[in-house]
């Protein structure tokens, strides 16, 4: 069986060759990928958002497609056409570059609704319709996306449908004195990725993805899962809180989590750890409390602490 913590380290270690300084970024990200799970990449241009996602293709050997977003994109753009071939006169698809299995949705919030809506299908089934017609997307199969929170000229938010396909959200931040000296360093000749090989292959992702399943998780885990997605259902700030497939979400990561350290089972400090990235965007606040400056952000922080956290045995 494949140990899955051997798996992350070989991979933070490939990817902090070109990443400096997000170690918690990179969990997150590998803990979305072992879930089969998307990653929205929230932050300010030039922190490394599209580098890392070339990073993550490169040291899996996985295909790796980029989409522009611009306001102009139509949905076939995204998920393909299909041609009429005059040799045979029949109609042939010519797949879009969400054919991929590392897909970097780059600035997805400056596609039009009816553009971003071609994602929907194929981030929840893993397939692509057109013209009636289905085609499977190849696996393992995630979706990067990037968005700078600061911009909103020329952006459309995303719809809530949209967000909440995405498994977890996560901010890379500005990196510190001494991890910025070293990526002037490490650039000055040439990019670091292009000393990148593959250490793992896409069938391996397969495979660690399927022991990440296995990870034990007690009944009361669960029910503290629950209890905190509730929660954010019923906040007297919040317009709309988190769905079933948060709950989902949250289990799954919390698996992925455990197994990442070691673990074959799931404690409340993996779900603690990863109630923000998850939850968060999922929550709609309401206008009295947009006023009062809540976030989603905070509320999830009150809740944690609200939440009594579930004591006794979690292995089994």
Known sequence: MIDVKLFGEGLFENLEKVVVGKRSALELVTIGLLCQGHVLIEDVPGVGKTVMARTLARSLGCAFNRIQFTPDMLPSDVTGVSIFNQENRSFEFRPGPIFGQVVLADEINRATPKTQAALLEAMDEHQVTVDGSTHPLPKPFIVLATQNPIEYEGTFPLPEAQLDRFMMRVRLGYPSIADEIQVLESQQLRHPIEGISAVYSAQEVLETAQVVKSIFVADSIKKYIVDLTHRTRTSGDVYLGASPRGSLALFRAGQARAALQGRDHVLPDDIK????????????????????????????????????????????
Request: glycine share 4%; aromatic share 2%.
């Open 273 to 316: 750890a990863l109630a923000q990235p998850i939850l968060a965007h999922r929550i709609i606040v309401n206008p009295a409390a947009r006023l009062r400056e809540v976030t989603s952000e905070r509320i999830v922080q009150e809740i944690m602490l609200a939440t009594p956290v579930p004591g006794g045995s979690y292995s089994s």
